[in-house]
């Protein structure tokens, strides 16, 4: 790509122009001590537009040149003649090499070359030549996080949110959107148990009329997460116990009457009693389990007992 090297004064270069930038990383402090402490190893690409330079590489350190009171900066200067997609296509390439780009980073290259290829068919072969994602599947999935609102794609970045639990949430309201946001943030949770909470709230939410945000800002929800006694373990756990028994009462209810009936009958290592699934049916099941007929002994002596105490009619009262 033909480019010249020159001096530019950082004022005559607009911060304020993000047409090029790709990436989401956060400016780290190796970068600025690096700047203050050897200089700028790597020259940022400007491009001209009007009046003024525009980035298309180099975003984080012509920061960081800002920030450590540089008046110039060393930096390749693009061909005028060449075209933004060309531009664009350098910034992509950049960025890439240095690391794999980000599901929040490959959405804002769709978006990018989408405004400058002029069919599908030309956007999935510059995607292709890029060696990113170019099925229409995934172009589709890139262009639903495009749409995301900031919050939630930093969340996506910062690993806080999985990409479909975050696509989820940006089919909230904006009010929904931030507290659920905002739970997720405070308490660290596994893809499936963000999405055990987020579905039990929309159910609450539909059954009662009211939203997620009120189902989630409910004073037992706060309790749990301002608990200084537990950690995140156990309030993730604590929130989704209570919200199952909100949103299912009997049930939860015949969980807690069979567990206390269990714990009395102490059965031991060697057997397990489970109820119908969901407590729906009416067969439940006995488990044996043993190594030496010594412990298929203990086991039999230990239902046999188990049979005669008050404990064992507790199973089964609807």
Known sequence: MEF??????LEAINPTDHAFRISTTRDKPSIDESIRTDGLLVPPALYR???DWIVVSGFRRINACM??????VSARLLADHLSPLECLRLAIIENSSQRKLNLVESARVVR????LCLTDQELTSELARLGLPSTRKMIARLERINQLPGPLQAGVVDGVLS???ALAIGALPVADQNVVHDLFSKIPMSVGKQRDVLYLAQDIAGRDHQTVATVLHANSIRA???????DRNMKSAEIRRHLRQVRYPNLSRAEMRFRTAIGKLRLGPHMRIDPPEGFEGQSYTLSLRFRTIEDLNLAHGKLGHAIKQPAITELFIE
């Open 4 to 9: 010249s090297f020159a001096a530019v004064s």
């Open 49 to 51: 537009q009007g009046a």
């Open 67 to 72: 920030q450590a009171g540089h008046r110039k």
């Open 112 to 115: 990018r070359l989408k405004r």
């Open 163 to 165: 990409p479909d639990v």
């Open 224 to 230: 749990i997460v301002d608990d200084r006694d537990r």
